[in-house]
């Protein structure tokens, strides 16, 4: 296997809805700002893998009419979908493409516009089994409802505790020009926002965004004569748990996950995560699912993952800050949202992260999670290659 780094990350302003682009434009702006990142010219990628899910988006298999925008025109293009992780799963495609020495240069690229979409709850909905869950009327929501609820029963996590995650994750997006939602809360605002099924409030749950992310992958070679200062990735992992919810042997606990993290870490050398990984962007589109993936990962111990954002650990200054850019709970292109989680990873390793920047950043994490949190992939970032 060849040694792959990231060279060059480009994302748009993601808003509610751009009215002022169609899928070809939003697209070619993303990837157009990754190759400028990159200082490259766009002949020189080689292939793309693209990520998005056609239901949000308003129009069938738009990776058809968007491709060509970013630059896919006489070559190489792969569609990915692994549902909330398809972002991350199309940066995994591109490195391994990369790593395997098909090809040098492989952009990835995730585009989405929920905005188009007449009702993304709606369809969010219809990711519960037909025959045996979604007659009991449970949604995408529940995917943070019900750990939540077991959480608090099993081992006395708060609503105050899941609060912080939003006041924290608001408070970081403040400092990141891409982000969708730019304002920032109180803990009592979120404990007095609207419920959307009990326990989350609404400000403890994702917004719907439209935008794009293009992520550039280079060989080691190629790497060096592009950049003095790549993210090299140093490991990828994914996993794919069963698709019924209920057959969880515990929603407070993300076995799988667990599992996927060790493998990474394994392989990378990471022997305690929490000293050992400088920043992490963890895929939190509900305030529940910080707590549970911190503990999954081996941040904390079981049950101890709300103690990490009471004693500011997870913060912008605390030993391991969780989500700079304010992390989905303030951005959400659904199908693009797991590269972001990779492109700011890499952002930090890279140097370029501006006001969101952690200091003196050697090794990043990021995460995806998709369907029934069934999918689960992981991609680690260093300033030095392993």
Excluded at 34 to 55: F, H, K, N, R, S
Excluded at 124 to 139: D, F, I, S, V, W
Excluded at 186 to 195: A, F
Excluded at 209 to 228: L, M, P, Y
Aim: a negative charge; proline letters at 5%.
């Amino acid at each position: 296997m060849k040694r792959v780094a990231v060279v060059g990350v480009g994302q748009t302003k993601f808003v509610s809805q751009r009215k002022d682009a169609i899928h070809p434009e939003v697209a070619h702006e993303a990837a157009l700002a990754a190759i400028e990142d990159a200082g490259i010219p766009i002949e020189e990628v080689e292939a793309l893998t693209v990520g998005t899910m056609d239901p949000f988006d308003g129009i069938d298999c738009c990776d058809r009419w968007f491709s060509g925008a970013a630059g896919g025109f006489n070559k190489p293009v792969i569609r990915i979908n692994t549902a909330g992780a398809t972002g991350m799963s199309t940066g995994i495609a591109a490195y391994e493409q990369v790593a395997s020495g098909l090809f040098d240069i492989v952009m990835a690229v995730g585009e989405q516009r929920v905005g188009e979409c007449h009702d993304a709850q709606s369809l969010l909905n219809t990711c519960m089994c037909p025959y045996h869950e979604r007659a009991l009327g449970a949604g995408a929501v529940l995917l943070g409802t019900f750990p939540a609820t077991r959480h608090m029963h099993k081992f006395g996590s708060t609503n105050e505790q899941r609060a912080l995650s939003a006041v924290k994750a608001h408070q970081n997006a403040m400092n990141n020009p891409h982000a969708h939602l730019q304002f920032e809360v109180t803990v009592d605002q979120v404990l007095n926002s609207p419920i959307v099924e009990w326990p989350l409030r609404l400000m403890e749950c994702c917004p719907r965004s439209d935008g794009a992310v293009g992520v550039i992958f280079a060989s080691e070679d190629v790497a060096k004569k592009i950049t003095d200062r790549p993210a090299w990735v140093n490991g990828v992992s994914s996993i794919a748990d069963g698709p019924f919810f209920g057959d969880r042997p515990d929603v407070s606990y993300r076995a799988a996950l667990a599992i996927a993290g060790r493998r990474l870490f394994d392989k990378c050398g990471i022997k305690n995560p929490l000293k050992d990984i400088d920043v992490a962007e963890l895929y939190i589109p509900f305030t529940t699912m910080e707590i549970i993936q911190a503990e999954a990962l081996g941040f904390c111990e079981e049950g101890q993952g709300g103690r990490l954002l009471e004693e500011g650990i997870t913060w912008m200054g605390g030993e391991m800050p969780i989500c700079p850019s304010g992390g989905v709970l303030c951005t959400n292109p659904i199908g693009a949202t797991a590269l972001i989680r990779a492109a700011e990873a890499a952002i930090q390793v890279m140097g370029k992260g501006g006001k969101r920047q952690v200091p003196n950043v050697e090794t990043a994490l990021a995460s995806g999670l998709g369907g029934m949190v069934q999918f689960h992939t992981l991609m680690l970032f260093g300033s030095e290659p392993r």
